[in-house]
């Protein structure tokens, strides 16, 4: 736990190294996959469960790898809407990484995919450093975290090459102005996509499926 | 960053001397301290804002400690508030430690305050890990962050003799039962205590303060 100094020249390029072995796997299987980051409570679950409802419709299946410190609450989640999907309990650890991913690739039915979101563990600090492996990197905010979650997370948002902000549904009642955190992204990454959704309703979800390829 | 092995007793050891050595310094200025734990957005600064008002208004005097991985958001509304207060950026680090939070004690104006809250880093996972030297540890979470982020979590709830269970007020609009993480939450930690609040309102803060034995 908090064991891995990404200063570290030869972890980071081991790291790197497993993430290329996930992906050239996932590429052999024909699967694309998506790193889903975000604060706990930021929706990413029902975003996920929204992408995986839309591109279902026409036939496409879609997996999930669940990652928490503790717990199979989001397994379960996924599992109930029809994915077949792993729970990854990183103990202490406060991300995923190419690794733990890869015993998770073990375990998936990959033959019977063609989609694959990884939900990292809930929060906006350690998934920032550790490549997976996967094709992008999304992260999901919620507009009831307040308006300067951006600003003070600048790394996993540089890194991130779209933002979606969730729950925008209730940014009236929270007093919140969504425009805020999508001005300081752009900010950050200029050429960086961000989408507006209500995860549950499916609300921008469509707008979101399109960006990332996804047939629905 | 990431680079503290805490399995390493040795390491602990010396988390918890620098921890020792805060509280000693504490205790010498007659300054309670109280390490403000909890997820990005669930209220830890309105929070801290609200009890400080509180005890204001009986001449106590509160500084603030604000950790974030990046940005002065915080400080600002601390010092706004009228408290004196010091901006910790952990860089890449996802928690405070005893050793950043004794650099701030030698900047913050100790013979000025009596009361000193602690904002640690936004997250559920690696604040749990490490002994600051404060009086009682608190952990604030958000309705807004769904039912199921105490199962997520237990180490952090194992540890911390304090839950807040903030917005409250959303609860309805959300669909989210409060008395889920409440119950989860007393099966973790059965001598724990439970407040329900609207942080910027001041909703159940006279409870808390009163369970904090802040005069007010």
């Given at each position: 736990m908090h064991d891995i100094d990404m200063n570290n020249e030869d972890i980071l390029a081991q790291h790197r190294e497993l993430a290329e072995k996930n992906e050239k796997l996932l590429e052999r299987h024909g699967i694309r996959a998506f790193n889903v980051m975000g604060a706990i409570g930021s929706g990413k679950t029902a975003l996920i469960e929204a992408l995986a409802r839309r591109v279902a419709g026409n036939g496409v299946k879609a997996g999930a790898v669940a990652g928490d410190v503790a717990g199979n609450d989001d397994q379960?989640?996924?599992?109930?809407?029809?994915?077949?999907?792993?729970?990854?309990?990183?103990?202490?650890?406060?991300?995923?990484?190419?690794?733990?991913?890869?015993?998770?690739?073990?375990?998936?039915?990959l033959e019977e995919i063609e989609l694959l979101f990884v939900e990292n563990v809930g929060n906006l600090v350690c998934p920032a450093d550790f490549p997976?492996?996967?094709?992008?990197?999304?992260?999901?905010?919620?507009?009831?975290?307040?308006?300067?979650?951006?600003?003070?997370?600048?790394?996993?948002?540089?890194?991130?090459?779209?933002?979606?902000?969730?729950?925008?549904?209730?940014?009236?009642?929270?007093?919140?102005?969504?425009?805020?955190?999508?001005?300081?992204?752009?900010?950050?990454?200029?050429?960086?996509?961000?989408?507006?959704?209500?995860?549950?309703?499916?609300?921008?979800?469509?707008?979101?499926?399109?960006?990332?390829?996804?047939?629905?």
């Open positions: 379960q989640r996924f599992q109930a809407a029809g994915l077949p999907a792993i729970s990854l309990n990183t103990g202490s650890d406060c991300h995923l990484d190419a690794h733990l991913l890869g015993h998770s690739l073990e375990e998936l039915p997976l492996g996967t094709e992008r990197d999304l992260v999901v905010i919620s507009v009831t975290e307040g308006e300067d979650m951006v600003r003070k997370h600048p790394k996993i948002f540089a890194r991130s090459d779209i933002v979606v902000i969730n729950k925008v549904d209730l940014a009236d009642a929270i007093g919140v102005d969504p425009e805020k955190p999508r001005r300081d992204y752009e900010g950050i990454n200029p050429n960086g996509k961000v989408f507006f959704t209500v995860a549950p309703e499916g609300e921008g979800v469509e707008e979101l499926a399109e960006e990332l390829g996804l047939r629905g």
